[in-house]
């Protein structure tokens, strides 16, 4: 995989956070305690927590555990009020891959069940080449942008990225995987969900061509 300019890197970590609240109340990163029927859904951070949030729109209760720039899941330690959280979710949410150890540490403590459990690197099939395969000679070059995060605070992770969010393809196999399971947990509004996702994905296929725009003019 070849490297791409730091400034369509760029671009890809804000879209991946603008995406994520396109079709969401984004203000709100912990769940409400009044969330009744809704379905609780506790993810590692925001990112993954707004793209739920958009899936699930009214019928989800979010919970980031991380909400703040400052926070470093590389090394944030869990609390016990996280792992409360995660004891009490329908489903959960990580980027996985070694980011968010803590997660998938939380996930095996708590013996949460593996249907339940949403992995961003492995619905994305990056990890194992599956997804770069599957969009060859389409205009993915879904690099190593190491260049962008500066080898994301002096730690390298090898010729595979897990910082899967980069990637707009990748986030829009999230949400569709999050409205296949959200409409198993809530069959009744099974339409909404894959509603949201839809909407979610043009918006993603609308970035897919910007930085299209943006590959040929480098």
Known sequence: MRR??????????????????????????????GGGDTIRVV???NVYGNILESVGGEFVSVES???????????????????????NAAVVVLNGGGY????????QEESVA?????????????E????????????HDHADQQDADGDHAGHSHGSFNEHVWYDPAAMGLLAEAAAERLAELDPENEQAFRDNAATFNSGIQELEDRLAELRTAA
Do not use: W
């Not at 400034?7 to 109340?25: H, N, P, Q, W, Y």
């Not at 459990?117 to 492995?122: C, F, I, R, T």
């Not at 080449?129 to 969009?135: L, P, Q, V």
């Open 4 to 33: 791409l300019p730091i400034r369509v890197a760029g671009i890809l970590t804000a879209a991946a956070l603008a995406l994520s609240a396109c079709s969401a109340d984004s203000g709100n990163d912990s769940a409400d305690d």
């Open 43 to 45: 993810a590692s951070t």
């Open 65 to 87: 555990i991380i909400n703040r720039p400052s926070q470093d899941p590389h090394s944030y330690e869990a609390t016990a009020r996280d792992k409360l959280a995660v004891s």
């Open 100 to 107: 968010d150890s803590f997660m998938e540490t939380l996930v």
């Open 114 to 126: 593996p249907e339940n459990v949403l992995n961003a690197v492995e619905i994305s099939g990056l």
């Open 128 to 139: 194992d080449g599956a997804h770069d395969e599957a969009h060859d000679g389409e205009g």
